[in-house]
Structures are given as C-alpha cells and as structure tokens.
C-alpha cells in the first residue's frame, strides 16, 4: 500500500488528524491495534476546550457536540465548605463543553467513514523504517501476515506506550517526568450530577472531582494510594469517601447508585522532545501526558494535530516545509504552559505523602487568594479554557 500520510493510532487524535487532512485532499491511512469496539469502549477525559470545539467543528464533527454537549460557563473549587467559583464567561468570554471523548471518538469514526477513508483494526508488531530518510514505510502484521506501508509523512498518535517515540534515537531525544505519588480512583454512575458546574475539592479529607458526562450520568473521583485497587473500593466506600470531601451542601443532596465503570489511573507529567525526527512527527500523549487535574490531555492531543495538519497541507500540496520545520518548537511552547498549569493544579489540590503542615497551609491560602482576588481567577479560567492556538 501507498498513501501520503501514515497515521499510527486510531484514537481521537489520530482520527482527527486523519479527517483533517482526508478533507483537504491529503490521503492517510490509520492503523490500530485495537478493535473498534474496544476504542469506542474507553471511557476518558470529557472537558473540551474552546480551540478544541472550534477544530472539532472545522473537522465537521460538531453537530452532535453541539446537541447533546453540555457547555460549562464556570467550576468550582473548594475547601471544605468554601466554595470559590470560577465564572469562565464572565472573567474571558469564553467557555468549555462537557462532551465524552468516547462520543468524540464515535463521530470521528462515522465521518471517517462517510469520507471512506482507510482504517486498518488489528494491526500488531509496527515498525517504522527510515523516517530520517525521504521515503519512510511502515510494516506491520495483520492477520499472521507481514504489510507493507509506504508514505511521505509518519504521524505517531499511538500513545505512551505506542513505538512512534521509542522510533526516535534515544540520542536524539530528551524526557522530562514527574510522577505523583497517588492516582485517581473514578467511577462512572448514572446518576444525576452532584452540581451543574464541576467541583475540584481540596479538602481535610482528600481530593475529589465531581464532574459528569450527561445530565444522567456522572463521574467522580477521589484520590487514593498508588498500592490501591479497584478491588479495594466498593461502591459505598467510595460515596462514603467522595461525600467526606464534597463541601457539605453539595454532599447533603448527592446521588448515589451502582458503578457501571471503575478504574484507577497513576498521574504522571511527561513530556518527550523534540515532537520531530525527519518525516516522522510525535502527537498526543506519544509526546506529553498531564495529570488529569487541568483536563488538558485530550485538548493538548488537539492543539499538536492543530499545529500539524496544515503544516503537512503545505508541504504536501505547496512545497512548502515552513510549517513541519516549526511544527515540534510551535507545540512544544503551548505543552509547557499545559504542564504548568496542571502541576499548579494538581500541588494546589492534593495532599502528598509525608508533607509537613506548611503546605495544607498553602493550599488554604491559596484558594482563599481565589476567592478574593479577580486577577488570580482570571488568570486560572484563562488557563482552564485554554490558552490561544
């Protein structure tokens, strides 16, 4: 096979990307290890920012955002019972949407499929051969037998895990991590959700995020141990828990109900560069991860394809190489302020093993500068929306 641009990873960033180009005449071809079902199947982040609705919409995947999507005009944060509201619209114009990046994933994948672009499911052992070169391919196997995959370009939107980063010399590339040492114990529940604006909670008891998918469905988190498991949290642990941190208004009225998704996910900050190594060229989480307090992942995974798929227009239909030669620094700038940001929220709202008193002083005194000061809560929803493309 033959195709202008190859795309490793067939999740929203890759299928963005792929619809992106595919609509502008450039031809891709995706290949996924996972089966359709089973990407459609992950439950992820579900806060999208104001750039990624307007790039969902330029990809014509927005009809459905814009029906059932549920436009998020502020949050909360909270400290027991102080409650400091961040009014987005008022402090910058502008707002997020509360849309599940499943349902992202799903209307990608239906407008992929009205373009009749390729995606390859169950493509196992990738390689990607002379992407320092002026004529990279991918092989990979497919049902026991061994492919074959020439293109110009190599786009690896495969993850943490995916081999687009591992391609690049570790000679040629510097990586930068902080691990936290407590991850994110969620749950999925239909139930009405605890407020109609998102709650971070800073409390005496712990970290908790109140945040929803529908008007029906919710989910929340708590912070917990990285030795725990999932097996170690019933459902009425976890309420137990998750009220002992909401403020007590909030916690009085709750919803309660059977879990119908459970996991615990490790929060770490990672950030790999350069973004580029000859034609191939690092999206999504194969370049950074955040912790999920700021909800940058997905709309970080945006901002890269954001930066890329006209810069790979230009030089595949102009000639033009200005942009993929800008392409690593010009993202990299904005994945630094992401970084930032979510280290900033994730210290100012968790509690960490063996601190000293000091610092639950500081996140005191920290929230409650929120809530006295105008500059500080612009300076957070500016952020929290995010930053310019």
């Known amino acids: 096979m033959k195709t202008e641009v190859a795309i490793i990873g067939g999740g929203p960033s890759g299928l963005l990307l792929s619809q992106l180009l595919n609509q502008a005449g450039v031809a891709t071809v995706v290949l996924e290890r996972a089966t359709r079902d089973h990407v459609l199947s992950r439950i992820r982040a579900g806060v999208l920012e104001a750039g990624t609705v307007e790039m969902l919409r330029e990809a014509g995947v927005g009809d459905r955002m814009a029906r059932e999507g549920i436009p998020h005009e502020g949050c909360y944060l909270t400290d027991d019972d102080l409650m400091v509201h961040i009014d987005f619209k008022e402090l910058t114009g502008s707002s997020v ?111 908790a995020l109140a945040s929803m998918r ?69 999206v999504g989480d194969a370049a950074h991860i955040v912790p999920p307090t700021g909800a940058k992942g997905l709309n970080l995974a945006v901002s890269d394809v954001h930066y890329l798929y006209q810069a790979l227009i230009d030089a595949l239909k102009k000639g033009d190489t200005t942009g993929i030669d800008a392409y690593s620094e010009r993202a990299l700038l904005r994945i630094w302020k992401a970084m930032r940001f979510s280290w900033q929220m994730t210290t100012m709202l968790h509690q960490f093993d063996g601190e000293d008193s000091f610092a639950a002083q500081m996140r005191k005194a920290t929230l409650r500068h929120l809530s006295q000061s105008e500059t500080a809560r612009r300076d957070l929803a500016e952020n929290y929306i995010g930053l310019p493309f």
């Open 97 to 207: 949407m509360v849309y599940g990046q499943t349902e992202v994933t799903a209307d990608l994948y239906n407008a992929q499929d009205a373009l009749g672009a390729t995606i390859i499911h169950g493509v196992e052992e990738v390689v990607i051969h002379d992407a320092d070169t002026d004529a990279p391919y991918v092989e990979y196997s497919l049902d026991g037998a061994r492919k074959r995959l020439d293109c110009t370009y190599v786009a690896g939107c495969d993850g943490f895990h995916g081999v687009s980063r591992k391609t690049i010399p570790e000679a040629k590339r510097r990586e930068f991590e902080r691990v936290y040492p407590f991850g994110w114990l969620g749950i999925l529940s239909r139930t009405k959700p605890a407020h109609e604006e998102l709650i971070y909670a800073n409390s005496s008891n712990g970290f």
């Open 214 to 282: 529908s008007e029906t469905l919710s989910r929340y988190y708590v912070q917990v141990p990285l030795t725990d498991k999932v097996e170690d949290w019933s459902d009425e642990r976890f309420w137990t828990t998750l009220k002992s941190c909401l403020p007590s208004e909030v916690a009085e009225k709750i919803e309660t109900g059977p879990s119908i998704e459970k996991s615990i996910a490790p929060l770490r900050s990672f950030v790999s560069e350069p973004l580029r190594w000859g034609r191939l060229f690092l």
